[in-house]
């Protein structure tokens, strides 16, 4: 495989960022995810770190160097990081669980497979059209599918940030496959939160990765859309990936999984300290180490156990 792949994230108006990205490969898959934890909930940023930590974890135990089914996969690595969420909440005795929006993708053989819970979402473009998106799980989609109001209403509905569907709910999470998307030299592969799509029309979104490299466009959209979104603007995150193939192009700066040995996996998702800021009360020293090493235990916990299940 080879691709460019770009990242960044921005707080925007808020007082932490409660979202968290990043992404993984091994010699013949690679996995991108975003996780957008819920400001309204109790610590939604360990929700979103947890998320993320779950479906590396599985994935680097899985792609060896790849996976056996890519779409079975995110579904069980989605489902595994809520019933993570569900055990933090019992281990920490918390009267929720931490609760987060995600997407992730997987991409293997020439080939995309993507799934979602919630309002994060992906966006497929090609040659500045976008030839797909996941539809967010929200109460503004609903009244859109219902005919209650226009599609272009959706993005600057006051009810916009109302979801239906998280990882971490009382209920078992609705996780949404779109399976196997082939793909093409230049194909763009959009992950993001509410924060940046609701500040990045989707026309230009497209436009603007038709014209220049990931590396150059994503932190200038992210730009955009916090000063788009002004005041209001909330935690915007992107992973977006340019398929390139398995064709070498002296002109692109491209990475190449072809390098890793059998068996290595490349990751940027790694364990970093909570936001103190973020929790109520105040967390102290003590206790932001105490859940760091729960979310520890958790990763471990997935990795010795049985793959494919639901819950």
């Known amino acids: 495989m080879r691709f460019t792949i770009f990242q960044d994230t ?6 932490v960022n409660q979202d968290r990205m990043g992404y993984c490969f091994s010699r013949e898959s690679l996995l991108m995810v975003v996780a957008d934890g819920m400001g309204g909930h109790v610590r939604g940023e360990v929700a979103a770190q947890l998320t993320l930590q779950t479906c590396a974890g599985m994935f680097q135990r899985l792609a060896q160097p790849r996976l056996p089914d890519p779409a079975e996969f995110l579904d069980a690595s989605l489902r595994a990081s809520h019933r993570e969420l569900l055990r933090y909440q019992q281990t920490n005795r918390l009267p929720e669980a931490p609760r987060t929006t995600v997407v992730a993708c997987v991409v293997q053989d020439e080939s995309a497979w993507w799934a979602h819970a919630g309002d994060s979402r992906l966006y ?8 797909s998106r996941t539809r967010d799980h929200s109460k503004v989609q609903t009244m859109v599918s219902l005919g ?8 600057t509905h006051p009810e916009r940030n109302k979801v239906l569907n998280c990882l971490g709910s009382p209920y078992e999470p609705t996780v949404e496959i779109t399976s196997r998307a082939r793909l093409q030299r230049g194909d763009v592969l959009v992950l993001c939160s509410d924060g940046f799509w609701s500040g990045v029309p989707e026309g230009n979104l497209a436009t603007a990765f038709a014209q220049a490299p990931v590396a150059q466009q994503v932190p200038e959209l992210v730009r955009r859309a916090v000063e788009a979104n002004g005041r209001t603007a909330d935690n915007t995150t992107v992973v977006a990936l340019q398929w390139e193939g398995g064709a070498a ?6 990475l190449s999984s072809l390098d890793l ?29 105490r859940q760091i090493a729960e979310i520890q235990r958790a990763i471990q916990r997935t990795n010795e156990g049985p793959h494919g299940g639901r819950s």
């Open 124 to 131: 497929w473009l090609r040659e500045g059209r976008v030839l």
């Open 261 to 289: 040995p059998d068996g290595a996996v490349t990751t940027t998702i790694s364990i970093g300290q909570l936001d103190e800021a973020a929790a109520e009360p105040a967390l102290s020293d003590e206790e932001i180490e």
């Open 249 to 254: 192009d002296d002109d692109v700066p491209t």
């Open 148 to 155: 209650l109001i226009g599609a272009h209403e959706q993005e």
């Open 10 to 15: 921005a707080i925007g108006a808020r007082a």
